[in-house]
C-alpha cells in the first residue's frame, strides 16, 4: 500500500503492523532495492520505504542534503505519529539517515547506515564530480556501467543477468538533475565533526567488496559515533539487502529487536 507523507510531498510503500521502520534507497537505485526483505520485516514492524525526494511520485525539494534530510524528518514524523522511530538507509539514505539523525535528534530510536560514511576520501569525492560532469554532458546512459560496477561485483552482474537488467533500468528512470544535485551535495559533504551529536544505538553495515562507499569509511563513521557497533557483510558490495537478502537480515535482526 503506498500512502503520501509530509504533506503529500513524499510516497512511501507501507506494510505489515508494529513499531515503525524506514528504509531509505540508495542514490543509484530506487525503493524496490527493499523488496527482497520487505516481507519478512513486515512480520515485525510497520515497515514504510519512501521514495526519497526527486525519486519516483517524490518531489523535489532544493537546498542540498540537509533539505532532504529535513523533508524526510517531516516524512518521518507523519508516518509515525511523532513516536521515536527505527531508521535504516543504504549509500545515499544512509547520509540521509544519518544527517536526518544529526538534525532531529528525536525522530530515531535506532539507526542503521549501511554502506554509507561521514566523509569522501579525495578520490571519492572525484568519482561524484565525474558522474555529474558526464551525464550533464551526456546523459545517465553514459554512466550506467559505472553506475552497476559502484553497486555490484562484475562477478555477481555476471551470474545475475535478468537483476542487472532491472537495476540498469531503474538507475535510468532517475531524474538526472536531481543525482547530479545529489552527487554535488555526497562531493562536498563532511558529517565528522558533527557525528558527537548522535546519542542512540547505530549499526553500521558495509559490505566487504564495497567500491562505492569502502569499508575504511564505514570504520571511520562507526568510531565517530558515541553508540555504534560495525559489522561486515562477506561477499557483498553496495547493496547487500539485494545481493544476500539472508545474510542482510541476519546481520541486522539482534539490532533490530
Known amino acids: 500500500?503506498?500512502?503520501?507523507?509530509?504533506?503529500?510531498?513524499?510516497?512511501?510503500?507501507?506494510?505489515?503492523?508494529?513499531?515503525?521502520?524506514?528504509?531509505?534507497?540508495?542514490?543509484?537505485?530506487?525503493?524496490?532495492?527493499?523488496?527482497?526483505?520487505?516481507?519478512?520485516?513486515?512480520g515485525s514492524f510497520q515497515t514504510i520505504v519512501p521514495e526519497l525526494?526527486?525519486?519516483?511520485?517524490?518531489?523535489?525539494?532544493?537546498?542540498?542534503?540537509?533539505?532532504?534530510?529535513d523533508r524526510m524528518a517531516e516524512a518521518v514524523r507523519d508516518a509515525a505519529g511523532g513516536a521515536p522511530s527505527i531508521v535504516l538507509g543504504n549509500g545515499y539514505g544512509g547520509f540521509v539517515a544519518l544527517q536526518m539523525a544529526i538534525r532531529h535528534p528525536k525522530i530515531?530510536?535506532?539507526?542503521?547506515?549501511?554502506?554509507?560514511?561521514?566523509?569522501?576520501?579525495?578520490?571519492?569525492?572525484?568519482?561524484?564530480?565525474?558522474m555529474a560532469k558526464v551525464s550533464r554532458a551526456k546523459g545517465l546512459e553514459a554512466i550506467t556501467d559505472v553506475a552497476m560496477r559502484r553497486l555490484f561485483a562484475p562477478e555477481f552482474q555476471e551470474r545475475h543477468p535478468d537483476l542487472m537488467q532491472d537495476r540498469r533500468a531503474a538507475f535510468l528512470r532517475t531524474d538526472p538533475d536531481v543525482f547530479r544535485s545529489a552527487c554535488e551535495a555526497l562531493a562536498?559533504?563532511?558529517?565528522?565533526?558533527?557525528?558527537?551529536?548522535?546519542?542512540?544505538p547505530v549499526l553500521v553495515l558495509v559490505g566487504e567488496h564495497d567500491e562505492a562507499t569502502p569499508p575504511p569509511m564505514s570504520h571511520e563513521l562507526a568510531?565517530?559515533?558515541?553508540?555504534?557497533?560495525?559489522?561486515?557483510?562477506?561477499?557483498?558490495?553496495?547493496?547487500?539487502?539485494?545481493?544476500?537478502p539472508r545474510q542482510f537480515l541476519g546481520a541486522i535482526e539482534g539490532f533490530l529487536l
Open 53 to 69: 525526494p526527486g525519486f519516483g511520485r517524490s518531489r523535489t525539494v532544493e537546498g542540498g542534503l540537509a533539505a532532504v534530510a
Open 188 to 200: 562536498s559533504l563532511d558529517l565528522r565533526a558533527e557525528l558527537a551529536a548522535v546519542k542512540v
Open 108 to 130: 530515531v530510536s535506532r539507526l542503521v547506515l549501511a554502506d554509507c560514511g561521514a566523509a569522501f576520501s579525495e578520490p571519492g569525492r572525484e568519482a561524484f564530480r565525474n
Open 223 to 244: 568510531a565517530g559515533l558515541p553508540h555504534a557497533e560495525l559489522k561486515i557483510i562477506p561477499g557483498c558490495a553496495h547493496v547487500p539487502q539485494l545481493q544476500s
Open 1 to 42: 500500500m503506498d500512502r503520501l507523507l509530509a504533506n503529500e510531498t513524499v510516497n512511501a510503500a507501507q506494510a505489515g503492523e508494529g513499531p515503525p521502520l524506514f528504509l531509505f534507497h540508495s542514490l543509484l537505485s530506487d525503493r524496490a532495492s527493499f523488496d527482497a526483505v520487505v516481507p519478512e520485516l513486515a
